[in-house]
């Protein structure tokens, strides 16, 4: 039984178009979920003047943006935020709310018009690195009066 060139050449069109639906479905899914994750961020004030001095870590991924800061504490004030990492989109532009932030002293700041998405992940980011500040200072409270208690 002999196949025709035809035949194959037809076979590889279909397997192409099809490896390619595949990859565009997924594609578009991942695009909904990514759009879906940051509608659906939301952000918390918190007060910056009840967290200990220090340097704190966070980072947020919604798939197509990604960010990593460091954040540092000195006196109830954010003194120096850096962004260590972004994966945006077209989301660079976004980058310059670190410095409201920083003015401002909070974190829910205005956003930048045309990197919307990239400053809403960069906000909650830094959200989740002072929650982790919080975190350690319940922490350390709770571990000084256990130590008081025992010894």
């Not at 196949?3 to 695009?31: A, E, N, P, R």
């Not at 967290?51 to 870590?57: E, H, L, R, W």
């Given at each position: ?9 037809f ?5 192409l178009f099809?490896t390619g639906?595949?990859y565009?479905i ?9 759009k ?5 961020t ?7 003047s ?6 704190y870590?966070g980072?947020?991924?919604?798939k ?6 460091e954040?540092t504490i ?7 935020i850096?962004?260590l990492e972004h994966r945006?989109e077209?989301?660079?532009p976004?980058?310059s709310?670190i410095?409201?932030m920083?003015d401002e002293?909070?974190?829910?700041v205005d956003?930048i018009?045309?990197?919307?998405n990239?400053?809403t992940?960069?906000k909650?980011t830094?959200e989740?690195a002072?929650?982790?500040a919080?975190r350690?200072?319940?922490?350390g409270?709770?571990i ?5 208690l025992l010894?």
């Amino acid at each position: 039984m002999k196949i025709s060139l035809k035949k194959i050449v037809f076979i590889v069109i279909i397997l192409l178009f099809l490896t390619g639906s595949t990859y565009g479905i997924t594609y578009l899914k991942d695009i909904a979920d990514y759009k879906q994750a940051v509608k659906e961020t939301t952000i918390e004030e918190i007060n910056i003047s009840d967290i200990s001095d220090g340097v704190y870590n966070g980072e947020y991924d919604v798939k197509f943006i990604y960010a990593k800061v460091e954040i540092t504490i000195q006196n109830g004030e954010i003194t120096t935020i850096n962004l260590l990492e972004h994966r945006h989109e077209r989301g660079k532009p976004a980058e310059s709310i670190i410095h409201k932030m920083i003015d401002e002293q909070k974190i829910d700041v205005d956003a930048i018009s045309g990197a919307t998405n990239s400053g809403t992940v960069i906000k909650k980011t830094v959200e989740i690195a002072l929650k982790s500040a919080n975190r350690r200072s319940k922490i350390g409270i709770l571990i000084f009066f256990c130590h008081k208690l025992l010894f």
